[in-house]
Each structure stands twice: as C-alpha cells, then as structure tokens.
C-alpha cells in the first residue's frame, strides 16, 4: 500500500513587506494580500524581502532574505549561536525594546482574545540579560559526522541538537562546562543512550547535572563520573524512567539544592527535577509584586492555587493570614509541607486537580478573603468558572500570575465579563530574556 508523503515546497517568490508586530515566538509579522505571514528574524517596523518556506491556508512562515530599512532597535545579537541555536529568539532586539514588546503582546492577548483592558499598566520588572537561566533541559547527540558528542539547546526550528560550547543565557560557570560535558559523554560507555542533561543551580553554590539514562551504567563510567564532579564541583543525579526514579549518583549524601527569599526570611530547599522559577533574581521581585497587589491581612483567609512547593504561599503566611495553598502534584505538596516546616510555619496544604475544579468542589473548601492563582500555560479557567456568577462568596481580589497571555485573556474575559470582577491592572515580568515567553501578573477585584 502506497503512502501519502507531503512533496517539498517548489522555491517560492521573494516578497517585500513592511513588519506590522512581534508574534510570541519573537518572528515579525505582516499581512500580504490579507494573509499573515511570519518572518523568522524581522522585527517591527522594518522594511524586509522574504521568502516563504510553508504556506498554509491562513499564514505562511518565511525566512529573512534582507533588511531593506533595520529597525533602530536592532542590535548585534551576543551570543555567536544566535539564529542557529533554538534557545533565543530575540537577541537581535535591543534588551528594553524587548520587554516593551512582550507588554504589547499581553495587551494585545488581552483586548483580542479577553475583550478587556486593564485600568493600570504595572511597569515591568526587567532583570539582567544574562547569565540567568538557573534550570534548563541540555540535549544531547552522540553525532561521530560532526565530530562526537554534541550538548546543547535543539536548533531553531529543528529537533536536532545545536553544536555549541557556550551559552550565554546559562550561569557563566555551566556555560564553561559543555565543552568538558562533550568530553565527558564521548567516554561514557552510556553515550549512545543518554538522550538529556537536566541541570540546577541553587543559590547555595550547589550545582546539579541530572544525567536521562536508557541503560545502566557500566563500571567504568563511575570512576569517570566521579572525578568530573570533584573537578568541577557539581553533583551528578540519574534518572533511568520517570520522576521517581530521579536520584543522587555522586555524592551519595548531595547537599540539597536551595533559594532564599531573604526578604521573607524564608528557605526553600528543593530537588533538581521538581519546578522552580528558572530566574531566580526575577522571582524574588515577582513574589514582591505579588504580595503587594495581594495585601494579605493577619485576620484573611487566603487561597493560593498552583502553589507548588510553596513559593508565594510561605510568603503570604509571613503577612500572618491564614493560608491554603492546593496544588496537583503530590511530590510539590510533600515539598510545600516540608518547606513549611522548616521555616516554622503552620500553613495547610492539600492535593486537589484544579484542571477539574466544579462550583461545588469550590465552595466545599469554604470563604477566602483573597485569591493568589500562578497556573502552567493552560491557565485556569475551570478554577475561575466555578466562581458564583452572582458575586456572593466570591474573594474580593485575585491576584494571577501567568506563564502564558493567551490563556491569561481568556480567563480574564470569564472574570470580567461573567464573574463582576475588573481588570485594575496587568503588567510583564521578564523571566525569560531573549525568548518570546511573557510572563506576567494581573489583579483583579470584585465590587461585592
């Protein structure tokens, strides 16, 4: 039986265009023949020829083949990897202009898609370019044609490993490590079936690498192991099959992994694999924003849904309100209770899939005074469906932190325009420098 196969696109025209906007994969976009198209590399309001590379009925992508008229913020991107490595998308674009970018993205996710705008825009909080990603996910190839192993982000718009020996997103000392990572891995026994490297790196001068293994180690690679981490000071972790299976190689007894929010006086000890905000700098004033907007009180009662292992629900307990916080991960609430305790705090946590919140399973957990929500990209609109349409038990103000506009705006749109509530204000934290993800934080209140 025969199959389909899709044929290569014939080479197309080259095309000029004017670049009307980012989209959030940091690509230009414009309109040809009331057709979206998306430019990998253009930026707003440049003159560009393209040439398009898939074309389906309502868009296209395209490559840049030239600037006719560069944009004032065009920039010399700083790492030599750029436009080659998958983990940037807006080196090219001054640092600021980037961040004014992103909040025009999160205004234009929440007109277009939520029907609303918010009263107040929060000024972004910034951060440094550089050197902040403290977590991430490192592929790596076993490729003899390009030379042996190769450790690194995918390549933009391709699941192949980019070739690279540095990276300036990452802390500068574990940018220094791919190389010595190459080196290692080509003597592994394991090379061929060592798919990923998870890394963390706390606040503690403790560095994790989590070697994603599909067969036992041999003998001989412990002793190689061993002698990297002492060398580099870092601890190596494996993990053969899922999350449970994540643990300690060497040391046997790991100090533990830890960020502070010194601010808070609060601790937060944690395991490479378990989610933590990748920039912890941003995180620190993000939790600061947070806590502002929210005001908790010594005499409220406080939700906080997502919690995690407890990131702003510690936080909030400090204020001395009573604290919830509901999260559906059992391994975070484990985390999240511990933390608590460690801190000397009484804070009740629970398990509960906030993906499948009901008003009845919501009115079960009885009044909050306020609401603190901080969901994964799917956002929370069954959370916020469950709300009573008339207003009556429903927490005066919620305070949401997104990892994702769109679904932001979509959520807004049910609180605004069904739930009574109003958008006072919204603004972007920049997490995720170069990149196209907008974090962001919004505050919404009720008039009953």
Not at 49 to 62: D, G, L, P, V
Not at 379 to 388: D, F, I, N, R, Y
Not at 424 to 434: D, I, Q, T
Request: glycine fraction near 6%; aromatic fraction near 8%.
């Amino acid at each position: 039986m025969s199959r389909r196969r899709n044929k290569p696109l014939a080479p197309q025209p080259i095309q000029t265009a004017i670049v009307e906007s980012l989209d959030h994969e940091g690509r230009g976009v414009t309109h040809v023949d009331g057709k979206t198209i998306f430019i990998e590399g253009a930026l707003p309001f440049e003159k560009v020829t393209f040439q398009s590379h898939k074309i389906k009925s309502s868009y296209e992508s395209a490559d840049l083949v030239s600037i006719l008229k560069a944009s004032n913020q065009r920039v010399t991107p700083q790492c030599q990897y750029f436009g080659y490595c998958g983990g940037c998308a807006m080196q090219h674009m001054e640092f600021n202009a980037q961040v004014a970018a992103k909040q025009r993205m999160l205004e234009d996710n929440l007109w277009h898609i939520g029907r609303v705008r918010a009263q107040n825009v929060l000024p972004p909080l910034i951060g440094t370019p550089w050197n902040y990603r403290h977590k991430a996910r490192l592929r790596v190839r076993h490729v003899p044609k390009k030379g042996g192993v190769l450790v690194g982000f995918n390549e933009k718009t391709s699941s192949y490993v980019a070739d690279m020996d540095s990276c300036q997103v990452l802390p500068k000392h574990v940018s220094d490590l791919i190389p010595k990572l190459k080196l290692l891995i080509a003597e592994l026994t394991v090379r061929e079936t060592l798919p990923q490297i998870e890394l963390a790196v706390g606040e503690n001068d403790v560095t994790v690498l989590v070697l994603r293994i599909l067969q036992g180690l041999q003998p001989g690679d412990l002793p190689l192991l061993k002698v990297f981490a002492d060398e580099h000071n870092v601890q190596i972790w494996t993990q053969t099959k899922g999350p449970d299976t994540v643990m300690p190689l060497y040391p046997a007894q790991p100090a533990p992994l830890q960020y502070t929010l010194l601010e808070y006086d609060l601790k937060y000890p944690f395991s490479p694999t378990e989610f933590t905000q990748v920039n912890p700098a941003i995180n620190r004033v993000m939790i600061r924003r947070a806590m502002q907007l929210l005001a908790p009180k010594a005499d409220e009662r406080i939700a906080d849904f997502f919690c995690g292992l407890g990131n702003f629900t510690l936080p909030i307990a400090r204020s001395g309100a009573k604290v919830i916080g509901l999260e559906g991960a059992s391994g975070l609430v484990r985390r999240a209770v511990e933390n608590a305790t460690l801190n000397g705090l009484q804070v009740e946590f629970g398990q509960a899939d906030l993906f499948e919140m009901t008003p009845e399973k919501l009115q079960a957990l009885g009044y909050f005074d306020k609401w603190l929500i901080d969901p994964p990209r799917d956002g929370a609109v069954e959370l916020v469906k469950a709300l009573p349409d008339d207003g009556q038990g429903a927490p005066k103000r919620i305070v949401y932190v997104s990892c994702n506009p769109s679904t932001l705006a979509r959520d807004a749109q049910v609180l605004t325009q069904v739930k009574g509530y109003t958008l006072v204000s919204a603004g972007v934290m920049n997490m995720f420098p170069h990149t196209g993800h907008v974090e962001s934080i919004a505050l919404f209140e009720h008039a009953v």
